[in-house]
Every structure is written in structure tokens, then in C-alpha cells.
């Protein structure tokens, strides 16, 4: 199993930054991409941001110049850095980790609130 810990959300003025950490435990063999998963009330889940293990990169087209996604394996962490945040960037976030071996296997954090006030 794998457990994931989000910290870092908060609420913040439209404008400011927010920097979110996660911290992967547990059986981590296999562990591939890692990445940020956002949900709005009455919205499904998106992605945020996605990094492979060997630092490769994807963002969600609303994100773009603004977040930035980095990892350190050396401490099984994840951090979405968040400037110029916006009222629509309101969300609960979520951390995601997948195995990808025979057949592929996600990972969910408990998510953290990130709340834009504008």
C-alpha cells in the first residue's frame, strides 16, 4: 500500500501563491508518475499537473505559467508551487500516485482545500 500526506493548502487573496507539499510512504516499488488532481463543488476531478519519475511534466492548459510542479525522490515528496492564483483555482486538491506493473494502480491523498478569495 501507499500512503499519501497533503499539506500546504490555505485560503489566500487572489494574486497570492500557495505552495502544496506530499509525502508518499509506504510500499513506493514502482511508483511512476505522481501528480495533482484538483475537484470544485459539484465539479469532477481534474488534473493539475502530472511529473514522471524522471522529472517529465504535464499541466492542466488553465495552469500553465502559473504552477509549477517538482519532486524529490530522494524524499518521496511532490510540490505544486501556485502564484497569481485566481478565485476559479478554488478547489479541494488532491495528490495522486500511480504503479504502473502488470496493471496500472492509483493513489489517492486525503486532499487538501485551497480557497481563492477575490
Known amino acids: 500500500q501507499v500512503q499519501l500526506v497533503e499539506s500546504g493548502g490555505g485560503l489566500v487573496q487572489a494574486g497570492g501563491s500557495l505552495r502544496l507539499s506530499c509525502t508518499a510512504s509506504?510500499?513506493?516499488?514502482?511508483?511512476?508518475?505522481m501528480g495533482w488532481y484538483r475537484q470544485a463543488p459539484g465539479k469532477e476531478r481534474d488534473m493539475v499537473a502530472t511529473i514522471t519519475s524522471g522529472g517529465s511534466t504535464n499541466y492542466a492548459d488553465s495552469v500553465k505559467g502559473r504552477f509549477t510542479i517538482s519532486r524529490d525522490n530522494a524524499k518521496n515528496t511532490v510540490y505544486l508551487q501556485m502564484n497569481s492564483l485566481k478565485p476559479e483555482d478554488t478547489a479541494v486538491y488532491y495528490c495522486?500516485?500511480?504503479?504502473?506493473?502488470?496493471?496500472?494502480?492509483?493513489?489517492w491523498g486525503q486532499g487538501t482545500q485551497v480557497t481563492v478569495s477575490s
Open positions: 509506504g510500499n513506493l516499488v514502482s511508483i511512476n508518475d
Open positions: 495522486n500516485a500511480v504503479r504502473r506493473l502488470l496493471t496500472t494502480k492509483n493513489y
